[in-house]
């Protein structure tokens, strides 16, 4: 299974940027797919997530109303759309991947995730 977060870089805040995750190796339809962050110096911590019908989603509060996660099974591909940045969305991005048997089934936590793909760097400036 390989999965490979595109779209990082530096923007300026109250910019956008989308990021992607291609996944390869799995049957995607059937994989919830969640995005995390790691900032320097901070433990990783939990974005967003989907269901693996793209049905159900959750947000980490900070970024709720701002970020978006989307899939397109046909594609294999997550995104996750990043509106209104701010200098402490900082941090590499990662995506991760998990079967999962329920159609509207979200995982929050990191150790729910059997894969991940190496992350992309985000930086906001202010």
């Known amino acids: 299974v390989q999965l490979q977060a595109l779209g990082g870089g530096l923007v300026q805040a109250g910019g956008s940027l989308r990021l992607s995750c291609a996944a390869s190796g799995l049957t995607f339809s059937r994989a919830a797919m969640g995005w995390f962050r790691q900032a320097p110096g901070k433990e990783r911590e939990f974005v967003g997530a989907?269901?693996?019908?793209?049905?159900?989603?959750d947000y980490e509060d900070s970024v709720k109303g701002r970020f978006t996660v989307s899939r397109d099974n046909t594609r294999n591909t997550a995104f996750l759309q990043m509106n209104n940045l701010k200098a402490e969305d900082t941090a590499v991005y990662s995506c991760?991947?998990?079967?999962?048997?329920?159609?509207?089934?979200?995982?929050?936590?990191?150790?729910?995730?059997?894969?991940w793909g190496k992350g992309t760097q985000v930086t906001v400036s202010s």
């Open positions: 989907i269901s693996r019908s793209g049905g159900a989603t």
């Open positions: 991760a991947a998990r079967y999962s048997g329920g159609a509207y089934y979200i995982a929050r936590g990191g150790f729910e995730y059997n894969y």
